[in-house]
C-alpha cells in the first residue's frame, strides 16, 4: 500500500501553487476551511469595496445619473463579456441577468421556438430540481409538449433522442455526485437528432474551463455566487450562441429586452442580440458586487485552476479513503479525474450528523439528502493543508463517534 502524503509533502504542493496568492484577496474566516463554495462562494475584498463605491458614491451621491456616468445600464453585458471568458463564449453572447430558474424557462422556450413541430423535452431525473420544475413550468404553457427524464425513461439521454426531441436540458456537474459531462460529444449526438442543448453551469463556470463555442453549445444558464463568488442571490448569466440571436425569441418581453427601452413604445421589438434575454430592471448593487469578484478572474489562467482543482479533489479523496477505511464512507464522485467537476461527495448512512459535527469543527460543507456529504474545491482560496485538515477532522468525527451527539440530529430549516 502506498504511503500517504506527509505534512511536508502537502506543505510543498502550496508552495507550488500558482494561484496562492489569491487566497489574500478573500476574506476568510480563521480557524476554518470552507468546503461549500459549491453553494455560496466566499466574500472578496474586490467585490465588497466595488459594492461600497456603488452604495456610497454612485447611487448616495450620483443618483439617477449614475445609470450613465457609472454605466450602470451596460453592466450586464459588460459582466456577461466577462463570464463569457471564463466558460468559452465569445463576446456578444453571454448577458448577466435574473436568476438560473428564470434563465431555464427563457432558454428552454427559446429553444423550442427554434425547432417547431417536435414536442419534447429531455432533461435529467437527477438533475437539480429547479432544471425540471422549470422544465415543468414550461410545459405547462405549451399543449402537447412532454417531458422525458434520463434515468427514469432510459439509462442515458442519448436513449431518448428521436425526431420529436426540440431540446435537452443537461447539468455539465452533476449537483451531487460532482460528475462531469463530455460538452462536446453529447452536444454533437443531440444535433445529431435535430435537437437544440441549454447546458447548466452552475457547478462547472469558475470551477473548471468550459468551452461552449469549441463544443457548438446552443445555449448555457449558470450561476455567479458559487465559484464565482458574487455574493448570495448574485444574478445568474444566459448564454445564446451567435447562430440563434437574429432568430430567436424568448417569452419575458421585458422592457430592458427590447431594441429601444427607452423610446417606450407601444409594442414589443426585441433587441437583435443577447440584451434580447433580458426582462425588467437588473439589481444594479448586487451588479457592481460581482464585478468587483469577476476582477480577480483576469489574473486567473483557466488551465491553472483545473490542474489545482484536481489537485485538491485527488489529494481529499486519497486522505479521506486512506485514514477513514471501515469507518462508513462510500467515495460518490467519480475517481478518474477527467470525469469530476470541482467537488467530491461521500455517502454516509448518517450524513446529515456527520456533516453537523464538521461544521462544529470548522469543516464547512454541506449535505444532500438523503446521505450525501459534499464538499466543494474552489481553487482560489484553498490550499493543500486546508484539504488535508478537512480529511483529519473528518476521521477524528468518525472514528470517535462525535456525530451521535443529540445536537447534530436537530434539522436546520436550511441544510
Not at 480563521?30 to 467585490?47: M, P
Not at 424568448?250 to 429601444?260: C, D, E, F, M, N
Not at 462510500?330 to 478518474?336: V, Y
Not at 478537512?390 to 436537530?410: I, K
Request: charged share 20%; net charge negative; glycine share 8%.
Amino acid at each position: 500500500m502506498t504511503a500517504l502524503p506527509s505534512s511536508d509533502d502537502i506543505a510543498r504542493m502550496d508552495a507550488a501553487d500558482p494561484l496562492a496568492a489569491l487566497r489574500e484577496r478573500f476574506l476568510l474566516t480563521k480557524g476554518e476551511v470552507y468546503l461549500d463554495g459549491n453553494s455560496l462562494g466566499a466574500a472578496s475584498i474586490d467585490a465588497l469595496a466595488a459594492l461600497q463605491v456603488a452604495a456610497r458614491d454612485e447611487w448616495s451621491r450620483d443618483l439617477i445619473r449614475s445609470w450613465n456616468s457609472a454605466g450602470w445600464f451596460d453592466l450586464p453585458v459588460e459582466l456577461g463579456d466577462s463570464i463569457g471568458r471564463l466558460i468559452g463564449a465569445a463576446a456578444g453572447q453571454v448577458v448577466v441577468t435574473d436568476t438560473t430558474s428564470i434563465n431555464i424557462y427563457k432558454a428552454l422556450h427559446a429553444a423550442i421556438g427554434l425547432r417547431p413541430g417536435r414536442d419534447v423535452i429531455v432533461a435529467e431525473a437527477g438533475s437539480f430540481p429547479t432544471d425540471l420544475y422549470m422544465a415543468e413550468g414550461v410545459i405547462s404553457t405549451l399543449p402537447g409538449m412532454s417531458l422525458r427524464l434520463e434515468g427514469r425513461d432510459a439509462p442515458r439521454i442519448e436513449d431518448l433522442l428521436d425526431e420529436r426531441v426540440a431540446v435537452v436540458l443537461v447539468n455539465h456537474v452533476n449537483y451531487r455526485s460532482g460528475e462531469l459531462r463530455d460538452m462536446a460529444a453529447l452536444t454533437r449526438k443531440i444535433h445529431a437528432s435535430g435537437a437544440l442543448v441549454v447546458w447548466d453551469l452552475c457547478h462547472s463556470a469558475g470551477a473548471l474551463p468550459v468551452e461552449l463555442d469549441a463544443s457548438n453549445a446552443d445555449f448555457a444558464v449558470g450561476c455567479s455566487y458559487k465559484y464565482l463568488n458574487g455574493g448570495p442571490g448574485a444574478p445568474a448569466f444566459l448564454y445564446a450562441a451567435h447562430r440563434h440571436l437574429g432568430q430567436v425569441a424568448q417569452p419575458l418581453s421585458g422592457w430592458w429586452g427590447h431594441a429601444r427601452p427607452f423610446a417606450f413604445e407601444t409594442g414589443y421589438a426585441g433587441d437583435p442580440g443577447i440584451r434580447r434575454f433580458q426582462c425588467g430592471t437588473q439589481p444594479v448593487l448586487s451588479l457592481r458586487a460581482l464585478k468587483g469578484a469577476l476582477d480577480i478572474w483576469d489574473q486567473v489562467d483557466m488551465q491553472a485552476l483545473r490542474t489545482k482543482s484536481l489537485a485538491l479533489t485527488d489529494l481529499f479523496i486519497e486522505l479521506v479513503e486512506g485514514q477513514c477505511a471501515g469507518l462508513g464512507l462510500t467515495l460518490q464522485t467519480p475517481r478518474e479525474s477527467a470525469q469530476r467537476g470541482s467537488q467530491v461527495a461521500f455517502a454516509h448512512e448518517n450524513a446529515y450528523a456527520v456533516m453537523q459535527a464538521l461544521i462544529a469543527r470548522g469543516v464547512i460543507g454541506d449535505f444532500r439528502a438523503p446521505d450525501i456529504l459534499r464538499f466543494g474545491f474552489a481553487p482560489l482560496y484553498l490550499s493543500h493543508v486546508d484539504v488535508a485538515r478537512a480529511a483529519d477532522v473528518l476521521r477524528d468525527v468518525l472514528q470517535t463517534e462525535e456525530w451521535r451527539e443529540a445536537r447534530f440530529a436537530v434539522r436546520a430549516a436550511v441544510t
